[in-house]
């Protein structure tokens, strides 16, 4: 295998004007560029240090919602309680009335399915 | 040739579980300076150079399980990065819809355009005529002028036949003489 010393005298040979030129890069690297990289290529390659617990942004909105109405003076309610007219201004002008049309008697006649056992 | 003694420790550690991001540390710690400079010498910009880098170790990372020790492992990582800057450059040159000669002189620009760049100095018109070089031949000639790299090794690095490479070497050594002295 050749040495230094061969690669040094083959250029000398090829050209006096390239072998005088001095080997340093003149580029410049930010500073503490090569101290940072080993931990950036470790973290990529290991991924996030930090876990999102299952289900976390699903309920994000309403647990921020809740937050937020605790902080404004009005009563703490729990996600469960947090019913949709009170974050939603449309809601709240809509009627609880269910529009869907029922038979006259319907209830008077009905016959459950199940009947209780005897005895 | 195969690996030195302590390259042999190194990808012991690497393949065991508990010490493998130990040891790819390790790894990155003693090479990472003499790959960036390599690549830095072909796409120029540090940006650029950065990203090239990364990609490399993160193939390090999926590749070294399948190192089979029959070269240095220097060697096949030179190996990786000279394939990660040609295909950059690839890439780069078809996203911009570049031809070969619009490439070179947007690389020359890039030169041009560092901070620290002085048309005055030796090093920097080095610099210039690197990038008129053919890509492979500039991979050539930053390995033997830079990395010292025998003739015997760039021939795994390049896949190319060591005769190949000193005519390869010996044009660019003439052709960065005439760009020097008639500019």
Redesign the interface.
Same mark, same amino acid.
């Given at each position: 295998?050749?040495d230094?010393n061969e690669?040094s005298v083959e250029?000398s040979a090829?050209?006096t004007?390239?072998s005088?030129?001095?080997?340093?890069? *003149?580029?410049?690297? *930010?500073d503490g560029?090569?101290a940072r990289? *080993?931990a950036?290529?470790?973290g990529?390659?290991?991924g996030p240090a930090f876990q999102v617990p299952e289900g976390y942004f699903d309920q994000f909105a309403t647990s921020v919602l809740v937050r937020i109405k605790a902080g404004a003076g009005a009563s703490e309610l729990t996600p469960s309680e947090l019913t949709p007219s009170d974050d939603s201004p449309i809601l709240r002008t809509i009627s609880r009335k269910t529009p869907y049309y029922l038979p006259e008697g319907y209830f008077d006649e009905f016959s459950p399915v199940l009947t209780p056992a005897e005895g | 040739?195969g690996v030195t003694i302590q390259d042999t420790e190194l990808l012991l550690q690497f393949r065991d579980p508990a010490t493998r991001?130990k040891a /790819?540390?390790a790894i990155?710690?003693k090479y990472?300076?003499k790959l960036?400079?390599h690549i830095?010498?072909i796409v120029?910009e540090?940006e650029d150079a950065?990203d090239v880098?990364?990609n490399v /170790?993160?193939r390090v990372?999926n590749g070294l399980d399948n190192f089979r020790e029959d070269s240095q492992l220097y060697t096949w990582l030179y190996r990786i990065a000279t394939n990660e800057c040609l295909s950059y450059l690839e890439q780069q040159k078809r996203k911009s819809s570049a031809s070969l000669d619009e490439m070179e002189s947007g690389l020359s620009n890039k030169v041009i355009a560092?901070? %620290?760049?002085?048309p005055n100095?030796?090093?920097?018109k080095?610099?210039l005529a690197i990038q008129q070089l053919p890509e492979k031949q500039r991979v050539v000639f930053t390995l033997? %002028? %830079?990395d010292?790299m025998?003739?015997?090794?760039m021939s795994r690095v390049l896949d190319t036949s060591e005769g190949a490479l000193k005519a390869s070497y010996?044009h660019a050594?003439?052709k960065?003489?005439d760009y020097?002295?008639n500019r």
């Open positions: 295998m050749e230094r690669i250029l090829l050209s004007l390239v005088g030129i001095g080997r340093q890069t *003149p580029y410049r690297v *930010p560029y090569f990289l *080993p950036l290529l470790i990529r390659i290991a | 040739m991001e /790819f540390t990155i710690r990472q300076e960036y400079w830095r010498r120029v540090h950065n880098l990364q /170790f993160i990372w560092d901070k %620290y760049f002085d100095k030796l090093e920097w080095l610099q033997r %002028y %830079y010292e025998p003739y015997e090794e010996h050594v003439k960065i003489e020097i002295l």
